[in-house]
């Protein structure tokens, strides 16, 4: 059964999304019969590559908050990730575009790395403060993930991948898919948002006791999971 999860590696929601499904398949008697797929979506497409400034002031700024109350969510994510074993340093973070980040995570599906890719630059970002738009530090940490350099500059200097990452944004607008994580499963049963593993888990089990196939263009609406915390373009509740 597949699992395709669309998100973005500078989304905090899609970080604790991913330990949330992770504990639902530890949990899922099936599990080794699930395939994950890691899909691209780009909260801001237009990003430069290193965003001046910090997180909470973005946020300040963005939403009309006083320091104070940028900070108090911001403390409250962090609590939030602490919870999954995330050690988040949102007062770190680095921010800039995602495209490049997400090109590497298509080369590293290739040899059956994409999930240890995800995972590298997510840590990297919101807890070890690496500027995820950087093509070096992309290097760096893809030599981590056990990438080959001269593979990784290749495509970095180039535009390999990008088709990829198009689709993917593409398949998100044709589900309408707005905000992320967002998890569909089986081709049919939707999941909005970081819920919890034992919704996920619950979905799982539908999505196998059903067992029908998925018809191609189905909306991923099968599941009443709509509500989950996430980011939008242009938003991010914290």
């Excluded at 999930?115 to 070890?128: H, M, N």
């Amino acid at each position: 059964m597949l699992v395709e999860v669309w998100s973005d590696v500078v989304c905090p929601w899609c970080y604790l999304g991913k330990r949330h499904l992770e504990a639902a398949l530890a949990g899922f008697a099936h599990a080794d019969e699930i395939t994950v797929e890691w899909r691209s979506f780009e909260l801001d497409p237009r990003a430069p590559r290193r965003v001046e400034g910090s997180l909470q002031e973005l946020i300040a700024r963005k939403y009309g908050m006083t320091p104070e109350q940028a900070a108090a969510g911001n403390a409250r994510l962090t609590s939030l990730a602490a919870q999954v074993g995330l050690p988040y340093r949102l007062d770190r973070v680095q921010m800039g575009n995602s495209f490049d980040a997400h090109r590497l995570i298509h080369l590293a599906a290739t040899h059956d790395l994409a999930g240890v890719a995800k995972e590298r630059f997510l840590a990297a970002y919101f807890t070890e403060g690496a500027a995820i738009g950087d093509p070096e530090v992309l290097a760096h940490l893809s030599g981590d993930v056990g990438l080959d350099e001269a593979e990784v500059r290749s495509v970095l200097d180039g535009d390999a991948f990008a088709e990829d990452v198009r689709a993917d944004e593409r398949r998100a607008t044709e589900l309408g898919i707005t905000g992320v994580p967002f998890f569909v499963v089986d081709g049919r049963w939707g999941i909005s948002g970081a819920q919890p593993a034992d919704t996920i888990l619950r979905v799982l089990d539908q999505a196998w006791a059903d067992g029908r196939p998925a018809a191609e263009d189905a909306p991923a609406g099968g599941a009443d999971t709509d509500g989950g915390e996430a980011c939008e373009a242009g938003s991010c509740a914290i």
